[in-house]
Structures are given as structure tokens and as C-alpha cells.
């Protein structure tokens, strides 16, 4: 089954992968403009033959068909994965150039602020495109099981299933299930689980990756006769119950009732360009609308033919309904920090982050980055550092920060300065003004077009 997995990674090479991106022999995406900081793996014993089963059963699922039984071949089981993976990475590929050519008929491309909004697995440090996240995050689980089935059915309960609800109550019922043996472990009862069960097929079946879980603690599918049935049905039977696989069983449903949903991180793109006066230039992809280029158009020209008539009219109530209609228009902004020296510092953001994490990414930037400093807007107003609100409710002469100026993009260009009562001592004490951007990004500076 090891051997299977191998064989599959090399053949889909991560398919997702994008235009620029490095792959290793074993599969995994290297893109050049991320390096992945993570310590390295220990190596792993060759998985147990329960192991081998999750992770047959997982893969299986990729196509929503029955858990294939023990005599499926593995040739069978290695085209379903390749197919429906290929299936996938064509999809995302062809939405996405769709949504690239529509964009193009509005934006000459070879003059975009940013090419793209992109993201990084944290599973395997490869940066991905918008589309290809779900599917390379969806792949990167999958070969988890060969390290760690229990790690690899949490991820899939948690990362699979977008309803936080139905979630929650199947993890509360397998923790009942285990939680039952755990107290009763001598009591056969306890230890079978009818599948044609209502609450098994309402609230367990229906959540993606809790078979596989049930499976990696030791449960497997037997059928059984049933007291006033002709026929047999299928149980999930639990075989094991000493003293030490029910401790493993308790660490593993702490697991499940810790665990989190594996969401690729956004990649800044951190970029420092040199002094320019098209610096308040804005040309950005499709990515960062909400809406077609046509919609944002005809709601822009419909703004301004009412703007003037309302705005003596309008209540407050409906001033906030705008204003929530706005901030919907963007998922990310891209900011830009003209510092000192002239040169400008870019990075792309979530449209809900908050002020501080702005100011986290101009520090971590810095070479000094300890030292004070602020941010200004245009119209002069300042950025607080402990501001808890997010990049599209921080208002701005009474437009939120993603649409400062009636700019028809979410982006603004905003002004570093040090802290004068800091700089006024480090002046007064014979220091020298300190160094602005790291070396790194100065190593890749670029020229605004």
C-alpha cells in the first residue's frame, strides 16, 4: 500500500501545481518564491494493515463510491485517484483562465499591479493559485494517511465538510462512542456499531472522513445477523480493547475534538519597488472582485447618478447598508507603504484583516522594525496600531480603506514615517538614521510600470 501511494504521487505530481512552480521525484510542489521554514519530517514506520485500509478507503471516497472491500485490486483503487484528481486540476484550471480572459477584455494584463492572489499549504509549503488550493490541500491530505491515518481522518472531518454544525455533533457522537467503550470496555454492545442506524446515517455517515476516523481506531466492517432478520447487516466492530489501545483511543478523540480545518494561508507577496510617481496606480486581477468588471461598472455609474439627489435624503441605517454592500465587493486589498527613502513597500491582504496585522507585515519588513513608527492614509488620517478593526471598516474621509478615494480597485498607497520623538533622540544621542527594507527584498527591488 506504501508502494501505492508513492506511485500515485509521482504519476498526479501534484497536477494543481501552477506555472512556475518546481517539483521534486516525490511529487510534492516547490514553488521558487516560497521555502518552506518547517523543521523536517522523522521518517515513519511502514503503516500497520489497518493503516492500509483507512487509507484504501479514504482514496476510495474521492468519487463518492462504497468503501472498497479488502479484494478491490490496487490498480483500481490507483485510477480512481488519478482520474477524478486530473478531473478536478482541469476544472479549477479552465475557471480559472476563464475568469483571466474576461478580465484581460477590461485590463491589459502585462500592466497588473499584482499577477494574482496566492496562497500557501501549510502541509506542504507549496504557493498556490486561488483555484488550485482546494484540490493540492484535498491531495496533501490523502497522503497523509501513510504517516498518520488518525492525523489525516481529523484533517478530512474538519477540512471537508464546510457545515461547522453537522461537524460538531458527529464529533460529539463518535466521542459518546468512545467514551462508552472506554467505560464499558468488557460490554460487546458498546462496541458495534449499526450503520443502518438512524443517527449513524443522519449524523455520522453524512460527515466526510468519519468512517476513516471510526477505522483508524481499530473499528472494521463485519456483517452480522440481526435478532427477527432473514438477512445479515454491516456493523462497524471494534475487535481490541485492552487497557492500552482505549488510552490511545482517548488521546485520539481529543484529537478529533481539538481539531481544525487545514486552510491555505494567503502569501502576501511581499515586494519592494524603487521611488516612483506611479505609485497610486492601481491594475488589479480578477481575483480580488467579488463581482465581473461589468457588474462593478454598472453599480459604480448607478453610485454616481444618485449619489447627489440621496445624500440629504439618506438615513443612517441606509448609509451602513451601502457601506456593507461595499466591503462585500472585495475578498483582499493591496496596499502599498511609500517609506522614507522613496521606496515603496506592497503586500496583498484579506479584506478583513485588521490594522494590526498591517503594521506586523511593515515591521516584519524592516530591517529596525522594533522602533515606532506610523502609518498615514490620504487625507492625513493615521492608522492606530492597536486599532481592532478590519482593512474594509477602518473609514477613511468616509469611505472604508479599500476604496479610499473613490478608487475603483480595493488598494491604497499609504505613507511610513518614523516616530519623531524616537528619531529626535537617535539624532540628539550621534546615532544615524536606521536602515529601511530588509536586504532580501532589496535583493529583488523592481521599477513600477
Known sequence: MKKLFEDIKKDLKFKSAGPGKK????????????????????????????AQKAGAAALARIEGQPRPRVQTSQDVIRLQVKRELEEEAVAAAEKENTTAVEGSNVKDLAFLSVTGVYFTCPLTGATLTKSERDVHIKE??????????????????????????????AVDIISKYIENICKNPTEEKYRKIKLSNKVFQEKVKTVEGSREFLEAMGFQSIMLDVEGQEESEEFLVLMAHDPESLEVMKESRDRLQRGEPVRAQLDRQPQAFRPSPN????ELP???????????????QQKNEVVDKNAMLRTKAMREREEQRERRKYNYTL??????????????????DKVSVLFQFVRDS???????????????????????????????????????SLLEVPAVLLTFSWDAAVQADIVAAGGKSPALLKPELLENIQTLS
Not at 146 to 169: C, G, I, L, P, Q
Not at 290 to 295: D, K, V, Y
Not at 335 to 352: H, K, S, Y
Open 140 to 169: 496533501a491530505i490523502f497522503m497523509r494517511f501513510e504517516e498518520d491515518v488518525v492525523e489525516a481522518s481529523v484533517m478530512m472531518v474538519h477540512t471537508f465538510n464546510k457545515d461547522r454544525e453537522k461537524v460538531k455533533a
Open 279 to 282: 505609485a497610486m496606480r492601481f
Open 286 to 300: 480578477p481575483e480580488f472582485y467579488n463581482l465581473t468588471a461589468e457588474e462593478l461598472k454598472r453599480e459604480q
Open 23 to 50: 517539483l521534486t521525484e516525490d511529487g510534492s510542489s516547490k514553488p521558487h518564491v516560497v521555502q518552506s521554514s518547517g523543521p523536517a519530517k522523522p521518517c515513519h514506520a511502514a503503516p500497520t494493515e489497518g
Open 366 to 404: 524592516l530591517v529596525d522594525g522594533w522602533q515606532p513608527f506610523e502609518l498615514v492614509a490620504p487625507g492625513g488620517h493615521k492608522l492606530q496600531e492597536d486599532q481592532e478593526v478590519a482593512l474594509n471598516e477602518c473609514s477613511l474621509k468616509g469611505k472604508v480603506l479599500t476604496n479610499v
Open 335 to 352: 496596499l502599498r507603504v511609500r517609506l522614507p527613502d522613496g521606496n515603496i513597500l506592497q503586500g496583498t491582504f484579506l479584506a478583513w
